[in-house]
């Protein structure tokens, strides 16, 4: 199994990004996927999963930030939009949702003017 991300960097406040996770190893299109992120100093937490076509976003980025996935291509996707400085973080897909069993290993964003 492996997930690699990629499409992190530097991005002004209000910029965009769009990450990457392709996937590879397992049935992709079954499984729950997640975007988790680590900011510095601080512990990692969920920031939006998607289950079929359903998606889940915590409070803070709903409105901002797109889960999506191309099952065709192995790929999981994050758009995020409107981009904050607290957005500053790095961001691992994992496979799984609550418990994770397979990460990636991270893109860095980093949201600075």
């Known amino acids: 199994v492996q997930l690699v991300e990629s499409g992190g960097g530097l991005v002004q406040p209000g910029g965009s990004l769009r990450l990457s996770c392709a996937a590879s190893?397992?049935?992709?299109?079954?499984?729950?996927m997640t975007w988790v992120r680590q900011a510095p100093g601080k512990g990692r937490e969920w920031v939006s999963n998607i289950v079929g076509s359903n998606t889940y976003y915590v409070d803070y980025v709903k409105g901002r930030f797109t889960i999506s996935r191309d099952n065709a291509k192995n790929t999981l996707f994050l758009q995020m939009n409107s981009l904050i400085s607290e957005g500053t973080a790095v961001y691992y897909c994992a496979r799984g949702a609550g418990h994770y069993d397979y990460w990636g290993q991270g893109t860095q964003v980093t949201v600075s003017s």
């Open positions: 190893g397992f049935t992709f299109s079954n499984s729950y």
